[in-house]
């Protein structure tokens, strides 16, 4: 009984064995509650997390989290989940030690005694990590409130994605629309064309109507003036002028069926013009084609070298930080080759749906850089929050790392010329020749510019010049090779 009492007091008198006898404390019940428990929610867990709480190693200023009600904000159940999926418990387990020291006969007995309570702890540690993780996952899973966050997150992203169709639906009502009033205007305009041909047609029939009345009238005229043998001679040379004037008319008439035939021969030829200047159009630019893919895909290998040696400064993603501690649990102490086997989960699940190869190559973590991160989560360093890393599994992260994807895209935007827009261009430059142009050699890019209208600006005209100086320059180096 002395001796008893004696151990008893040397347990309350040191602080240390005093922590140690209170984390193997008979009277804790450890349960943890099926996952088809009937109840209420928070009567079944907020007691077990409440007696859990006093092994934590932190402390927080405001203290432990509790589990706290159904009406509480989003806010504040992220604060709870995010400290208890961050929970390192103090519970050591020495005073559960089957083998005394004290009583080892010699220091070899002792060291083999020490190894064997050592692995009991360990064992002991394991197992109490695994019921609390299983506590706090499976308390997760059966919140109520997560369940509402995750309903109201749910319609939001419906109410945006109506709210998307709609606008494009409105949008296309509002082209429909411009198209039927183009097509009206269209309409309209061929109609008020078709009765102007007819006005003209009737004028030119009435004028030639009046004019064969007028010389009739004349003939008549001068008929009853001049008879008589005497005025033959008159009346012969006046009946002449007419008929030459009757000519005359004639080939006014054919002269202008002669003209418009004329019109039709040169817009034939314009076809024939546009369509060999086209084609050889079509080929330059092939050509340019070829050449710019080469250079482009040049600038791209370079781009993923520079990209490739900055590999190691890409932060890790919330994807990729879920993904490790899913990994670890994964593969837990013990396992051969553990890092390895997680750093080669990160890679192949860690990236995001739409995600490139070239990226996927540069994203790849080694199992140093797991290692580390690994350690900065266990103290501390990167703390985020366990609920939003969950989510981030099931929805895009619309980041776009700014190393790699967007200056790719930057890289393979050029301006692309039509064959009847390179047609255009040389024309302009035929039309409006750089000697008439010394004085102010910005006002003749001006006048060339405004020949495309809209679709092309002063920029663009100026760099598509120097694009073919530059093609025309390469090409007669290489032919003078």
């Known amino acids: 009984m002395y001796s008893g009492i004696q151990k008893a007091w040397e347990v309350l ?63 504040k ?17 020495e ?35 695994a019921r609390i993780n299983k506590l706090i996952e499976q308390a997760f899973k059966l919140d109520p409130r997560i369940k509402k966050f995750k309903e109201e997150e749910k319609i939001r992203k419906e109410e945006k994605k109506q709210k998307k169709l709609e606008e494009i639906e409105k949008k296309e009502q509002e082209k429909k629309k411009k198209l039927e009033e183009l097509e009206h205007m269209e309409q309209l305009k061929l109609k008020e064309e078709r009765v102007q041909k007819e006005v003209l047609k ?18 008549n005229l001068l008929k009853n003036l001049l008879d008589g043998e005497e005025n033959q001679d008159k009346l012969e040379i006046i009946l002449n002028a007419i008929v030459e004037i009757e000519d005359f008319v004639k080939f006014r008439e054919t002269l202008e069926k002669f003209e418009n035939n004329r019109s039709k021969l040169n817009s034939v030829f314009d076809e024939k013009y546009y369509e060999i200047t086209k084609s050889i159009s079509n080929l330059k630019m092939e050509e340019e084609k070829i050449q710019m893919e080469k250079e482009l895909k040049q600038k791209e290998d370079k781009l993923y070298e520079e990209n490739l040696r900055k590999m190691k400064s890409l932060p890790w993603t919330a994807k990729e930080t879920a993904t490790l501690i899913k990994a670890v649990k994964l593969f837990p102490g013990g396992v051969q080759e553990r890092w390895d086997k997680i750093a080669e989960y990160i890679n192949l699940h860690g990236g995001e749906d739409d995600e490139t190869e070239a ?39 619309d980041k ?11 890289e393979k935007k050029t301006t692309i010329w039509t064959p009847q827009e390179q047609i255009i261009l040389e024309n302009s430059l035929r039309k409006y020749p750089a000697n008439l142009f010394k004085s102010d050699p910005s006002e003749r890019w001006k006048k060339i510019a405004a020949e495309f209208g809209d679709s092309k600006n002063l920029k663009e005209v100026k760099l598509r010049v120097k694009e073919l100086q530059d093609l025309i320059k390469k090409k007669k180096e290489l032919s003078g090779k």
Request: aromatic share 10%; glycine share 4%.
């Open 13 to 75: 008198g040191d602080s240390e064995k005093r922590a140690q006898w209170d984390s193997v404390d008979p009277a804790y019940d450890d349960e943890i509650p099926p996952l088809n428990a009937k109840g209420d929610f928070f009567d079944l867990y907020a007691t077990l997390f409440h007696k859990t709480s006093r092994f934590s190693t932190i402390i927080p200023s405001g203290g432990v989290p509790k589990l706290g009600s159904i009406d509480d904000p989003k806010e």
């Open 77 to 93: 159940v992220e604060e709870f989940y995010s400290f208890w999926f961050h929970f390192q418990s103090n519970r050591s387990f």
């Open 95 to 129: 005073a559960l030690d089957e083998d005394d020291l004290e009583s080892a006969s010699c220091r070899e007995e002792r060291r083999w005694l020490d190894r064997k309570n050592k692995a009991a702890r360990t064992k002991r540690k394991k197992e109490d990590n």
């Open 202 to 219: 009737k004028e030119k029939e009435l004028l030639k109507k009046n004019i064969k009345k007028e010389k009739k009238t004349i003939k």
């Open 359 to 397: 990226y996927k190559k540069m994203r790849e973590r080694t199992s140093n850089e797991c290692i580390q991160h690994q350690k900065a989560i266990q103290q501390g360093g990167v703390i985020q929050d366990r609920s939003k890393l969950q989510q981030d599994f099931k929805k895009k992260d």
């Open 400 to 410: 776009v790392n700014p190393s790699m994807p967007k200056k790719l895209e930057e």
